[in-house]
């Protein structure tokens, strides 16, 4: 754990704990700014800090996620800084968290949600038909591989890691013929002028809660520090960004499927009324069992089992397990 941004002497009165990358920072600095814009009294100079965390996630780069433990590495060490009370908040992508938190947390806030949607890049090709035959494919997701082998069987796909400057350099270098990677992160670091495309949700559906950022705190108190960081952080919770990432998680946790699953997810908001398409597929792309419901927006989870529930039913829970 990197120390903290506080001037010498000062003693803040929020820490916000996150993965040191640059997007990570960009995500933390954007919670702190919405808690000054909401909590004038949070502006004085030093009142909250940012503390940088290494994951295992970060500090493991030459496997694949599924072979370490999956995308929960990437914030094990922030949660377990959040129950120790070494930080106060812990900023996440949100698609990197497990439907389960840590004991004692509480999920605070969901900001407002930036585009869910993949953005493809390539120096050949507009679109994965366009490839050549063969070509290779970089990326770490297996929700995107299995995706992208459903339609072109014949591509490579390379394992592609490392912060988002590593990737778009190894694409430079030519080490794959394209990859993908989340609209959102492009957006917030103000390089979307990169992407190729955006890819549409009909192409590609997208990770579960991908776009979102959580901000996870102690559910400790009624009264109290913890109930104050409590107070501070529900101004910054987006109803409709909750509906749609409570909706999609409800339905990844049905579906129970390890690391290695490809699992899709993602929900639309209109008026009272939510919409989930899902989709779990084979490693190799060559299966696929996909369901679609509506329901109220008032009961995302109840949305999000059924839709679960509605797959589970066309591939049975042994194809999950695989």
Do not use: Y
């Not at 009165?13 to 920072?25: K, V």
């Not at 919409?275 to 597929?281: D, E, H, Y």
């Not at 996909?290 to 194809?319: K, N, T």
């Amino acid at each position: 754990m990197s120390a903290s941004n506080t001037p010498p002497g000062n003693t803040p009165r929020l820490i916000l704990g996150s993965r040191g990358s640059p997007l990570a920072m960009r995500q933390t600095h954007e919670v702190r700014d919405r808690l000054i814009a909401a909590w004038p009294e949070l502006a004085a100079d030093g009142a909250i800090a940012l503390q940088e965390i290494r994951t295992t996630g970060d500090a493991v780069r030459d496997r694949a996620l599924a072979d370490i433990g999956g995308k929960g590495l990437f914030i094990k060490e922030i949660e377990q800084a959040l129950v120790a009370g070494r930080i106060d908040v812990a900023v996440h992508s949100m698609k990197d968290m497990e439907t389960t938190m840590a004991p004692g947390t509480v999920l605070a806030a969901v900001l407002p949600r930036e585009d869910p949607r993949d953005a493809w890049l390539s120096p050949v090709a507009e679109r994965v038909e366009d490839l050549p035959r063969g070509a290779r494919v970089g990326t770490a997701s297996v929700r995107r591989a299995a995706q992208v082998l459903n339609r072109r069987p014949d591509l490579e796909i390379v394992l592609f890691r490392g912060n988002l400057d590593t990737r778009l350099r190894k694409l430079a270098e030519g080490e794959v013929a394209a990859t993908f990677l989340a609209a959102a992160g492009l957006n917030r670091l103000g390089l979307i002028d990169r992407a190729t495309r955006i890819v549409e949700i009909d192409e590609m559906l997208p990770a579960v809660a991908q776009g979102a950022i959580a901000v996870q705190t102690r559910d400790g108190e009624a009264s109290g520090r913890d109930a104050e960081v409590r107070r501070w952080l529900a101004a910054l919770d987006d109803a409709p960004s909750r509906a749609r990432v409570t909706a999609e998680r409800a339905m990844l946790a049905t579906l129970d499927g390890s690391c290695r699953t490809p699992i899709a997810g993602h929900a639309t908001l209109d008026g009272d009324r939510l919409a989930l398409a899902g989709l779990v597929l084979s490693l190799d792309g060559r299966a696929s069992h996909g369901a679609a419901e509506s329901g109220a927006a008032g009961d995302p989870e109840a949305l999000g089992r059924a839709v679960g529930e509605a797959i589970l039913a066309r591939c049975g829970r042994d194809f999950l397990a695989r």
